[in-house]
């Protein structure tokens, strides 16, 4: 397994950077304090450090200047210097963690479906039926030979006999004395 590294915002770290802004004098004037263009040095720092303890990702030291000195409104050289200070002392207090896991959404999704199929069944366990069930798209043939068939349908048409119901008598029927008659 590939060793990953991890900047945590501990106190350690945070003391670094304390000692990196005053080193470098970047310290917020209250005037700086309220210009919201302006960043916290210290939040940039941290953002930089983490840019590259994650150097993977195609970030130069070239691209890590260049944030500082727009974030931090500061001179080439020295943005260069504190690069240089933040890749020495705050990256390198970010510790090693062997079992780092990356966590995918379909990963989530698969033990959720689990435990929900856990509670579902009280978390006893299903055997596993020894014959595949039939696809439903399949149809299945019960006779393959069509002579057979035939026969079959034959014998099935001679067992029916149809039964014809009996003649009914038929009812004298009277004239309705309700009816009028036709003039």
Known sequence: MKTEYVLNFSDQIDQAI?????????T???????????????????KVAKK????????????????????LYIAQEKADKLAHDIKNNVVSLAQP????????EVDQKERYR???????????NIP???????DSYIKKVDILDVEENAENIQHAQQRVTKEEPKPQPK???K???YREPIE
């Open 18 to 26: 304390s000692e990196l802004v005053k080193k470098h004098n970047l």
């Open 175 to 177: 004239p309705d004395t």
């Open 52 to 71: 590259i303890v994650a150097m993977e990702k195609g970030v130069t030291m070239k691209d890590i200047i260049e944030i500082l000195k727009k974030d």
């Open 114 to 124: 689990q435990e929900l199929l856990n509670k579902i069944r009280g978390n006893s």
């Open 128 to 134: 596993v039926p020894k014959e595949m069930p039939p």
């Open 28 to 46: 917020l004037s209250q005037e700086d304090f309220w210009d919201f263009e302006k960043e916290n040095p210290e939040v940039v720092i941290f």
């Open 171 to 173: 009812l004298e029927s």
């Open 97 to 104: 963690e062997e079992e780092i896991e990356v966590k995918k």
